[in-house]
């Protein structure tokens, strides 16, 4: 680990040297030193949550630029549980992903400001005022729940929400972050849920202006982003702990890759993600322990779950500096691996068994209900029969 630490301590080193730094940077670290002031005596924790995808411009005056797909989903709803469990969280998000506590106001109207989005407006009578409707009381109810705790939140200045758009203001911000919060050893914990470009073309190589498509055909050479995952852990911010994520659509690479953040980056933890059932199950993964965590039944996402068991580790690490998953989170694979003939299937009918698993009482509840209605009727035809 240690040759490919150095190797990605210089790759970072000569980004950063070669990356003029954003105008706001001076701006942003003043924000969140004072953010962590505030938070300070108190004794409270520090939650990073980083959010959506990064972009790629192509051109300085950026017209064009490379998208990392991500709603942000993950993260929005993470923040929320964070603050809830008593952490101050400083999120990192792109603009135009799904937010925290906004995200019930998509859910119960429109996920966009559209023209469906409109319907749900109505002026009253005085057109002094505009009013939001719903569809009936529980969507009403979760809206005005949801502001009376975003107002709790920002009257105990629990959020700092920091925009990115591009890599680059992503790792700048990154960067300073982890070096404010590095005093606070750990009880500061990093949760990396945003999806990060691999690839970037460097400042000196871009374009002025926009490029030109008569000039025909463009070929461009991409360059691969510095890996800053083992550097943040070793050198930023040294003694926080630290959640990265992977997703993929195969379990054993998925695996794989998710060990090697653990070897090769020294991450506490990592979640593992697969694409067609990551909303209703995550495999945790440390250096000692492999854990499922799976969504209630009744539960309206997984995020709650993951969130109160990665809380419970770090306060667990916070106490000890030990990384262990407890007994109670989770439910532990079978020696085997993760159900090995799942991963065969094609993706529909994974999601098929992940369904059937997920309401598996109560299909064994209607089974053993048919089974004791066939064996009732099986004695009453025996018994006239006497």
Known sequence: MAGGLEADRERATAYFHATK??????????????FLDHHRAVGKCVAVVTSGG???PLERNTVRFLDNFSTGSRGAASVEYFLSLGYAVIYLHRPGSVAPFARHVQKTTSKQLDLEFLESLRVTKSAQNVELQFEGEQDRRRVVNMLQTYKSVREANALLALPYTSVDDYFFQLRLI????????????????AAVSDFYVPQHELSEHKIQSRDGPLTMTL???PKLLGVMRHDWAPQAFFVSFKLETDWDLLRKKAKMSVDKYGMHLVVANELHTRFDEVLLITDKDERTIERPKDAEDIENSLVEAIAGIHFKFIASRDVTVPDEIGHKLPSGGRRPWRRRLPPRAQSAVALIEQHQEEILAVVLGGLLSVMLNMLQNSMRRR
């Open 54 to 56: 990064t972009t790629v």
């Open 178 to 193: 982890a070096e404010s919060v590095a005093p606070w050893k750990e009880r500061a914990l990093f949760y990396l849920a």
């Open 223 to 225: 360059q691969q982003v």
């Open 21 to 34: 730094a954003p105008k706001w940077e001076s701006e942003r670290r003043e924000q969140v030193l004072d």
